[in-house]
């Protein structure tokens, strides 16, 4: 599509119809695009009837997210979908998202147990599941950029009964309490940790108040399996 000052040809092919094309090689500019298609009929006095089409693309914009790492292990989760230059034919590439590290990396883990270990060039993770926290080991306090697209904070994370290692979507900081409140009101929520061995355990009134900041991963254990949002910023 061009935008509405100017109109792109159409390819146009004959088969069991007409098949109108568009180049959809790259996303277009954000903005309000619009063309019109002509339709033949077998109305004798409207052969041909021109519908106009009206397209309004709205992208958001790429951003960049700072991870800062400890030395040692630190667990982490991206709160962006990765922009197409860390994506290949699996999804996220972990290689090609901690290159710039990649020196200091020693393990980087899922939570079930496969890892990755740059030094013996093994990458037992196909691909960078945005739903997952990770662990990370370094060898010196350093930090990771991710670069993409802010992924809505609310957006459904599925969890299985028992442990998950999750990621956390806000980019706004907030108190375990409020950000686990739908599963404690729901009766699901047995404990949750962060990467700092704090743990919040609602059944003991213990760890509300550990806070929770953008970047970081998290352990949740679940009586049951359930799905699971984070609320909006109070």
Same mark, same amino acid.
């Given at each position: 599509f061009q935008a509405e000052d100017g109109i792109r040809d159409v390819e146009r092919s004959r088969g069991l119809g007409d098949v109108?094309?568009?180049?959809t090689d790259d996303i277009p500019d954000n903005g309000r695009y619009s063309t019109e298609i002509p339709v033949r009929?077998?109305?004798?006095?409207?052969?041909? &009837?021109?519908?106009? @089409?009206? !397209?309004?693309?709205?992208?958001?914009?790429?951003?960049?997210?700072?991870?800062?790492?400890?030395?040692?292990?630190s667990m982490i989760s991206s709160n962006v979908d990765f922009t197409r230059d860390y994506i290949d034919e699996q999804g996220p590439d972990i290689q090609l998202i901690l290159?710039? &590290?990649?020196?200091? @990396?020693? !393990?980087?883990?899922?939570?079930?147990?496969?890892?990755?270990?740059?030094?013996?060039?093994?990458w037992g993770i196909p691909a960078w599941n945005t739903a997952e926290g990770y662990l990370i080991k370094t060898d010196e306090?350093?930090?990771?950029?991710?670069?993409?697209?802010?992924?809505?904070?609310?957006?459904e994370i599925e969890l299985e009964a028992g442990w998950n290692m999750i990621a956390y979507y806000p980019d706004f900081e907030a108190a375990f309490e409020d950000i686990f409140a739908e599963l404690v009101d729901r009766d699901l929520l047995q404990l949750a940790k962060n990467g700092f061995g704090?743990?919040?355990?609602?059944?003991?009134?213990?760890?509300?108040d550990i806070v929770a900041h953008p970047g970081e991963g998290f352990l949740v254990r679940v009586s049951r399996d359930c799905r699971f949002r984070y609320p909006d910023e109070r």
């Amino acid at each position: 599509f061009q935008a509405e000052d100017g109109i792109r040809d159409v390819e146009r092919s004959r088969g069991l119809g007409d098949v109108y094309k568009r180049q959809t090689d790259d996303i277009p500019d954000n903005g309000r695009y619009s063309t019109e298609i002509p339709v033949r009929s077998n109305d004798r006095d409207n052969p041909e &009837i021109v519908v106009t @089409v009206i !397209l309004t693309v709205a992208v958001p914009e790429p951003v960049e997210r700072r991870i800062e790492l400890v030395r040692g292990w630190s667990m982490i989760s991206s709160n962006v979908d990765f922009t197409r230059d860390y994506i290949d034919e699996q999804g996220p590439d972990i290689q090609l998202i901690l290159a710039d &590290i990649i020196d200091h @990396v020693l !393990l980087f883990k899922d939570g079930n147990g496969h890892f990755c270990a740059s030094a013996f060039d093994f990458w037992g993770i196909p691909a960078w599941n945005t739903a997952e926290g990770y662990l990370i080991k370094t060898d010196e306090e350093t930090v990771l950029t991710l670069h993409g697209y802010p992924i809505p904070p609310d957006r459904e994370i599925e969890l299985e009964a028992g442990w998950n290692m999750i990621a956390y979507y806000p980019d706004f900081e907030a108190a375990f309490e409020d950000i686990f409140a739908e599963l404690v009101d729901r009766d699901l929520l047995q404990l949750a940790k962060n990467g700092f061995g704090r743990f919040y355990a609602p059944d003991w009134g213990v760890g509300g108040d550990i806070v929770a900041h953008p970047g970081e991963g998290f352990l949740v254990r679940v009586s049951r399996d359930c799905r699971f949002r984070y609320p909006d910023e109070r």
